[in-house]
């Protein structure tokens, strides 16, 4: 098949898909993956919004792996886009190019319901008062379930309940499992062992990676789509991580205090005198556990702080871990079945691995490393993070799989992509820019507002840009996202709002808040509703999608600069300077740049969107770097004139009322 023709405005896709509109843009895109499979090269695109790029990219791999019987890992960042491709492109391509071939979503395996675990609850009582009704409905749903996966459940299961019947890789079974012809999970591996394409997340895949390349099947290429989100997932991945709610799971495991549920109440052979030995050792690693995250929380003092000094406090936890590992061996020559033998066996090598993550952390053993400990709520961990994950992506990846694309609408800063090549090991291979098919010149405005204190004069600066908002929303009348870069600026902005919305100071406006409800929940309120308002952090600069009327205006409050003193952030600032680079130069700027390039996106998703972008940051007109923050975005109408704002919201939306 010619790939070009495919795409032709007479071609297969415009007789298969209803208002198909012939681009360019995606056009070049799959040639140059198609030539770059052919060649046997790693590729980078960027692919602005609208281009098309999973059809893009879909097409030349699916064709080549028919031929050359080959497997493709797609990764992307979001769910959204993995249920998209898994539900929509792939099924949509898979009936209108008519081919034969295969695919599969592949999840973790603690997403899969264990027939054996769920029986053992039920049959072992290892369920609580309140997981009763709970657990009959799971009983009902595993007989009409087909995959086995929460994510299709039509029920919400109790979180605790869950943990108690998922699939949990350490106490698998396999093969000796007595449910392994009926196991979901282990029907899931088969259909991925035989299919051309493989739909996972980069959580996944680089757990993958951490695992010894033992999660996912064998497979020769890869497409990472969202690949500006690779640094920051295989980072997490990549390093160690202890924190009380890890102790707290093993203990309870072992044996639970408050409802004397666990593996002892559960070994009928286990003597008393046993039992109460264990139980003195598991009491041993409690109440070391308290006084280790006691201290740890008292020096981190309610922050996230990074931690410089080895032995920064006494390992409580090194000897009653090891202690409790040796307690648990006498019981595997005790153990009347293989399933007995295999959970102690999965909880001494926990113990261990406690002992030697805990250790590595307070020795800072690991070099190259960031030490770093978070208080989260109820939530207390310490962890290593690696530095530069570079070197380790290269040898990994780029020097094991031939080809690996790398695809966003976010890689490069005004064309250059020598920033992420930099951060992720690509030192080959080709890059491609491809602009949006989309009109931003006709349909987009930039505002940026003259007299806004600069953010170092942080009451100034507030004040400002609450006003500045209130102008803004009394001519949009909601229907905007706010983009903050922290919760403590989101928040008090979302009561100040709130306050003037009292007063009748706004048009009768309701404003939604990340962190009121899951994020999805919040997105399709704001989709549905009237007079909105959506004030978002973090996740809501990229990933999220709102097509249409529902968002007209994206308000960017703040230069979205990663904060110096992230622990992180500032170890790799820290290693650029030694290196002797400019850490805001080389690093802050294009990575608050490629950010910048996020939030802007969200605004413009379909041919047919409209609005305004509001740049609230004074520095992106009086800072020698402003200038690269705006030339990196599409060619758009600039204004400085709220007036002309008003003027250009009336031109696009009131005549198309009235029309």
């Known amino acids: ?103 599969a979503l592949c999840v973790g395996g603690e997403n899969y319901l264990c027939l054996r675990r769920l029986n053992q609850a039920g049959s072992h009582g290892l369920f609580e008062l309140d997981e009763t009704e709970a657990l009959k409905e799971l009983f009902k749903w595993k007989d009409r379930t087909k995959t086995g996966l929460k994510s299709d459940m039509d029920f919400e299961p109790m979180p605790k309940l869950w943990q108690k019947v998922c699939r949990e890789g350490d106490i698998c079974f396999g093969k000796k499992c007595s449910y392994y ?38 497979f020769d290429s890869i497409v990472f789509d969202e690949a500006h989100q690779l640094e920051d997932v295989a980072s997490g991945y990549l390093g160690i991580e202890v924190s009380n709610y890890r102790i707290k799971n093993l203990i309870n495991t072992i044996s639970n205090p408050f409802t004397r549920k666990g593996l002892l109440s559960r070994l009928e052979w286990l003597t008393p005198q046993t039992i109460s030995e264990i139980n003195l050792l598991t009491n041993k690693v409690r109440r070391a556990g308290d006084g280790f995250f006691g201290v740890l929380s008292e020096k981190l003092d309610g922050t996230t702080k990074r931690i410089r000094v080895e032995n920064f406090i006494p390992n409580l936890l090194k000897e009653p871990l090891i202690n409790l590992s040796e307690g648990l061996k006498p019981l595997m020559k005790s153990a009347e ?10 909880l001494i090598d926990r113990c261990i691995t406690l002992s030697s993550d805990i250790d590595s952390i307070i020795s800072q053993t690991l070099t190259d490393h960031v030490y770093w400990g978070e208080i989260d709520g109820k939530r207390i961990r310490i962890a290593a993070t690696p530095i530069d994950i570079s070197s380790t992506l290269r040898e990994q990846i780029f020097e094991n799989i031939k080809p690996v694309i790398l ?67 009394n001519i949009t009348h909601g229907r905007t996202l706010i983009l903050f870069t922290s919760y403590e600026m989101l928040n008090k902005a979302y009561d100040a709002l709130n306050r003037l919305n009292s007063s009748n100071r706004l048009n009768s406006l309701n404003f939604l808040r990340q962190g009121e409800m899951d994020s999805y929940k919040l997105i399709e309120e704001f989709k549905n509703g009237d007079n909105l308002v959506l004030l978002g952090t973090h996740t809501f600069w990229q990933g999220i999608d709102i097509p249409g009327d529902a968002l007209q205006c994206v308000i960017i409050v703040r230069l979205p600069f990663q ?23 080389h690093y802050q700027i294009p990575n608050a740049i490629l950010m910048f390039k996020q939030g802007f996106g969200r605004l413009i998703r379909t041919q047919s969107d409209k609005g305004i972008v509001a740049i609230l940051d004074p520095r992106v007109r009086t800072r020698f770097y402003g200038e690269r923050f705006l030339s990196a975005l599409p060619d758009c109408i600039r204004t400085d004139s709220i007036e002309k704002v008003e003027e250009f919201f009336d031109e696009i939306y009131h005549k198309k009322i009235k029309a």
């Open 1 to 103: 098949m010619n790939i070009s023709n495919m795409f032709a405005n007479d071609g297969i896709l415009s007789h298969r898909l209803e208002n198909y509109e012939y681009r360019h843009q995606q056009v070049i895109m799959a040639e140059a993956i198609a030539d770059n499979i052919n060649n046997n090269s790693h590729l980078i695109v960027e692919a602005g919004t609208g281009v098309g790029k999973s059809l893009a990219y879909l097409i030349p791999f699916i064709l080549w792996a028919i031929k050359e019987n080959k497997k493709v890992v797609i990764s992307t960042f979001t769910k959204a886009l993995q249920y998209q491709l898994v539900n929509k492109d792939i099924p949509f391509l898979k009936d209108a190019l008519s081919l034969d071939f295969s695919f």
């Open 181 to 218: 012809d009926k196991c979901f999970y282990q029907r899931a591996k088969a259909v991925e062992r035989k299919a051309h394409i493989l739909i996972t997340n980069h959580h996944l895949f680089f757990a993958h990676i951490a695992s010894g390349w033992n999660v996912l099947p064998k």
């Open 337 to 346: 079945n293989y399933e007995d033998e295999k959970e102690i066996l999965s």
């Open 407 to 473: 695809t966003s609408a976010t890689l490069s800063v005004k064309g250059d992509f020598s920033f992420l090549r930099e951060r992720v090991g690509l030192n080959n291979g080709n890059e491609l820019a491809l602009d949006s098919p989309f009109n931003y010149r006709e349909n987009v405005m930039i505002y940026t507002p003259n007299g806004i204190s600069d953010p170092k004069d942080t009451e100034e600066f507030k004040r400002d840009v609450i006003d500045s908002i209130k102008f803004i929303l």
């Open 563 to 585: 904060v110096p003193d992230d622990p992180v952030t500032e170890a790799r600032l820290e290693k650029l300077k030694e290196n002797g680079k400019n850490p805001f130069i």
